[in-house]
């Protein structure tokens, strides 16, 4: 079974700084595409970046050149750094990712973790 569990959240003031990491576990031996997104109450869950096994990313419009997200294989972790944050960022950030182990390949999402930007 594969897990995800994410970190790195918390709360930060406008302008600030986090970075958020997933750790994958279990009988992984594949992972494709990776990604990050965020979920407000009230609003459907929106993607804020992903990225491909070859290294390709894209990213959600209004997070573009703020956030950046990486990948280490190795270690099945995925990584997302947030800078100069904004109060609109808050949200509840989960990262996801499709995953081949011993189940096959399926899609996974960790459990979510909180970041809350202040004014």
């Known amino acids: 079974q594969v897990q995800l569990v994410e970190s790195g959240g918390g709360l930060v003031q406008a302008g600030g700084f986090r970075r958020l990491s997933c750790v994958a576990s279990g009988n992984i031996f594949r992972i494709n595409v990776m990604g990050w997104y965020r979920q407000v109450p009230g609003k459907q869950r929106e993607l804020v970046a992903i990225?491909?096994?070859?290294?390709?990313?894209n990213y959600e419009d209004s997070v573009k050149g703020r956030f950046t997200i990486s990948r280490d294989n190795a270690k099945k972790t995925v990584y997302l750094q947030m800078n100069s944050l904004k109060p609109e960022d808050t949200a509840v950030y989960y990262c996801?990712?499709?995953?081949?182990?011993?189940?096959?390949?399926?899609?996974?999402w960790g459990q979510g973790t909180q970041v809350t930007v202040s004014s």
């Open positions: 996801n990712g499709d995953y081949c182990s011993d189940n096959g390949c399926q899609d996974y």
């Open positions: 990225i491909d096994n070859g290294g390709i990313t």
